[in-house]
């Protein structure tokens, strides 16, 4: 999948945020929708995004991280993972 954005934006947003809006389209699209949309849409991904939206999904469905998804994955997410 294309996606475009400004040099501008690119230049002046940093790590995550910058992730975010590279990918801030196809993660729209997603939004509220059944299952089937949501695989074409990541079908539609080169790997490397692939990567960065499961990245950015994850992110935005745990409370610290990935920590607390690989932890709640392994042990069916019956345990709060808290970093210090």
């Known amino acids: 999948m294309k996606l475009e954005i400004s040099k501008r934006i690119f230049e002046s947003l940093k790590g995550l ?3 975010q809006e590279i990918l801030r389209d196809p993660i729209n699209q997603v939004k509220g ?3 089937e949309i949501k695989k074409k849409v990541y079908e539609r991904l080169s790997s490397n995004q692939k990567i960065l939206f499961s990245l950015l999904l994850m992110l935005a469905h745990t409370k610290t991280g990935w920590l607390e998804f690989y932890h709640g994955a392994l042990f069916g997410g019956g345990y709060d993972v808290i970093l210090v």
């Open 33 to 35: 929708k059944n299952i």
């Open 17 to 19: 945020e910058l992730f």
